[in-house]
T-cell receptor, first 115, second 117 residues
Framework: AQSVSQHNHHVILSEAASLELGCNYS??????LFWYVQYPGQHLQLLLK??????LVKGIKGFEAEFIKSKFSFNLRKPSVQWSDTAEYFC?????????????FGTGTQLKVEL | GAGVSQSPSNKVTEKGKDVELRCDPI?????LYWYRQSLGQGLEFLIY????????KSGLPSDRFSAERTGGSVSTLTIQRTQQEDSAVYLC???????????????FGDGTRLSIL
């Protein structure tokens, strides 16, 4: 069965530190990849997505992610985090063949940014 | 514009009762999805609607769970004879589906927090 792994469950950073959150998936076929963010008290929002083309995708609020097909990875990065980036981050994968139309999510990474 | 609307936002009920959760998608979105998020778990897919039909029900955990969508719009998720393990946040999402050859991202509602006593 397809799975999505986010190895960091809790991350604590100081403002201006760099961020990298790992995401690996197990499916070998063609996929669409997503990062969603959930700020405290808010609903899930799309941060960025990869469908095809340039494997380095840029999203909102200075976030970017790189798709490395050979490593089945889609890690999220930000060069300098802010206190307002405190949130839970979810990686999600959609199989383009045989997967229906559903997203398979990782268990999430809780990021806390301290002043 | 209006996002995905879910009601109620919170529901507390006794074990064994039936519950209905409602989702009102973004206007014009043909695809609708139900997920649930249990404590310490990621989001778990339940069911997907394209229009009024459900081509993928693979995530429904048991026959106590059912969902319908009418008029290509509002959807209800029904849980019969609730159990304590049904306690979770139930999230609804909608999307434009496949548009211009590209799959469109899903937009999520705030969820319904269901607590079974």
């Amino acid at each position: 069965a397809q799975s999505v792994s986010q190895h960091n469950h809790h991350v604590i950073l100081s403002e201006a530190a760099s961020l990298e959150l790992g995401c690996n998936y197990s499916y070998g076929g063609t996929v669409n990849l997503f990062w969603y963010v959930q700020y405290p008290g808010q609903h899930l929002q799309l941060l960025l997505k990869y469908f095809s083309g340039d494997p380095l995708v840029k999203g909102i609020k200075g976030f970017e992610a790189e798709f490395i097909k050979s490593k089945f990875s889609f890690n999220l990065r930000k060069p300098s985090v802010q206190w307002s980036d405190t949130a839970e981050y979810f990686c999600a994968v959609k199989k383009l063949t045989g997967g229906g139309n559903k997203l398979t999510f990782g268990t999430g990474t809780q990021l806390k940014v301290e002043l | 514009g209006a996002g995905v609307s879910q009601s109620p936002s919170n529901k507390v009920t006794e074990k064994g009762k039936d519950v209905e959760l409602r989702c009102d998608p973004i206007s014009g979105h043909t695809a609708l999805y139900w997920y649930r998020q249990s404590l310490g778990q990621g989001l778990e897919f339940l069911i997907y609607f394209q229009g009024n039909s459900a081509p993928d029900k693979s995530g429904l955990p048991s026959d106590r769970f059912s969902a319908e969508r009418t008029g290509g719009s509002v959807s209800t998720l029904t849980i019969q004879r609730t159990q304590q393990e049904d306690s979770a946040v139930y999230l609804c999402a909608s999307s434009l589906g496949l548009t211009g050859g590209f799959d469109q991202p899903q937009h999520f509602g705030d969820g319904t927090r269901l607590s079974i006593l």
